[in-house]
């Protein structure tokens, strides 16, 4: 099957995906680390990232696309295991209000998406964390192996690295780290080389939608532990490239050499 074209959505965190024959486009987001910011008095969180300003900033995504669904690449809430008693409605409520809007919704799970799937409308798609693949395109959260299935696919989209590029202090961004693309080629190999365990052509790693969710400064420091996994096992097999939210390429990433083989992704995931 041909892969759907696909392409950034200028000034916005989300990915359009146009498949062809005139089947509907779809839109990938990550990251949206929902109830981020609410204290342990259940205060609410700063207005530009509650779940009800995200939500309407998806539903207007979708009007401006003409996107029928939305692809939740992992991390819908912030809380890492379970879902706080106060979030659980406002969960239910930013999909609620996403459905009623006429847009389908698709959830891969992530890290942060322990005790997520009591609290979603039953219309909601979930998928386990190992991912899921339409129109050639695999989607994953990024912090662990991806099924055969995504592996197999023409492109890969991922989130959890939260990308950014770190620049002198700008007023968008007092750390001087502005959210960013990165987009991984992935040329032939040399013959005799290795093979990778993945037969895409292109990684393409999204920012995190949350506009307060800490950032990956991806050309000054080394990713943090936990997210070291997809900057090792995925941006070093290629030739990595950072954009910013406007387009602006800022050039390549360096990166690790490649990682030694440690075994079939199969084996990975039985050490977990």
Known sequence: MRTARVAPVPDSPALL???GHGED???IVADLHLGLGEGEQSLPAPPEGSPERLANALRDLAI???ASRIVIAGDVKHP???TPRALRPAIFRFFADLLEAGVAMDVVLGNHDVGLVPHLPREVAVYAAAG?????VGVFHGHRWPSQEVLRAGRLVAGHLHPGYRFASVGESASGKLPCWVRVAYPPLPKGDRP???RAEELIVLPA?????GREALNREKPRRGRSFLFRRFLAEGLP???LLDGTDVGPIATPPRARPRGSPGRARRRR
């Open 17 to 19: 995906v146009t498949p």
């Open 25 to 27: 486009r779809w839109l």
């Open 64 to 66: 401006r696309t003409g």
């Open 80 to 82: 890492i295991v379970g």
């Open 132 to 136: 899921m693949v339409r129109d050639g």
């Open 196 to 198: 990778r365990a993945f």
């Open 209 to 213: 939608f949350h506009p307060l969710a």
């Open 241 to 243: 490239r950072a954009y």
